[in-house]
T-cell receptor, first 114, second 109 residues
């Protein structure tokens, strides 16, 4: 058990829908991450939060909107997505950022945009 | 640019040994990670190397040569459950994790 949970595990949405992905970590970590994983491509870092403050936004389109209400919870709000946004979205956490701490991943949300 | 290279797919036989290579070109180096990811599951931490040499952990070993920008993951006594993708990632000078695309390992009986 990794201590990082994600819901839902699978999501199918139309291009006009609005949905949210949820991540929760039970490890007492201070940093949380959103990644996009597409087939046969490296993990793409999307957002990083450290002590609830966003420290990284890797040129992610505005149709992806993160929210971090506290150090244990992270959301990714989705609206007017495109079919090319279909991918596995992984949440991860680590003790701190700016270090070599191991990241612990959730199982991911498999997103399909029709 | 920053780049991590690893083979896309490898096949090995149950009980055998397999070596998965990873070469990297990054702006600085602060360590290299190997993660295992079974299909549909979370990546899980396998090993971390920051100094040159071999780190052994049970059936799995990881090697690093910083001068060559090279690492490998060695899996011994392969089991069917080792069928998974193996991800190589390097921490650069800004402590950003740079990821490879992963190597899908297929184990055959």
């Amino acid at each position: 058990e990794t201590g990082v949970t994600q819901t839902p595990r699978h999501l199918v949405m139309g291009m006009t829908n609005k949905k949210s992905l949820k991540c929760e970590q039970h490890l007492g970590h201070n940093a949380m991450y959103w990644y996009k994983q597409s087939a046969k491509k490296p993990l793409e870092l999307m957002f990083v939060y450290n002590f609830k403050e966003q420290t990284e936004n890797n040129s992610v389109p505005s149709r992806f909107s993160p929210e971090c209400p506290n150090s244990s919870h992270l959301f990714l709000h989705l609206h007017t997505l495109q079919p090319e946004d279909s991918a596995l979205y992984l949440c991860a956490s680590s003790q701190v950022i700016g270090s070599t701490d191991t990241q612990y991943f959730g199982p991911g949300t498999r997103l399909t945009v029709l | 640019g920053q780049n991590i290279d690893q083979p896309t797919e490898m096949t090995a036989t149950e009980g055998a040994i397999v070596q998965i290579n990873c070469t990297y070109q990054t702006s600085g180096f602060n360590g290299l990670f190997w993660y295992q990811q079974h299909a549909g599951e979370a990546p899980t931490f396998l090993s971390y190397n920051v100094l040159d040499g071999l780190e052994e952990k049970g059936r799995f070993s990881s090697f690093l040569s910083r001068s060559k920008g090279y690492s490998y993951l060695l899996l011994k006594e392969l089991q069917m459950k080792d069928s998974a993708s193996y991800l190589c990632a390097v921490t650069d000078s800004n402590y950003q994790l740079i990821w490879g695309a992963g190597t899908k390992l297929i184990i055959k009986p």
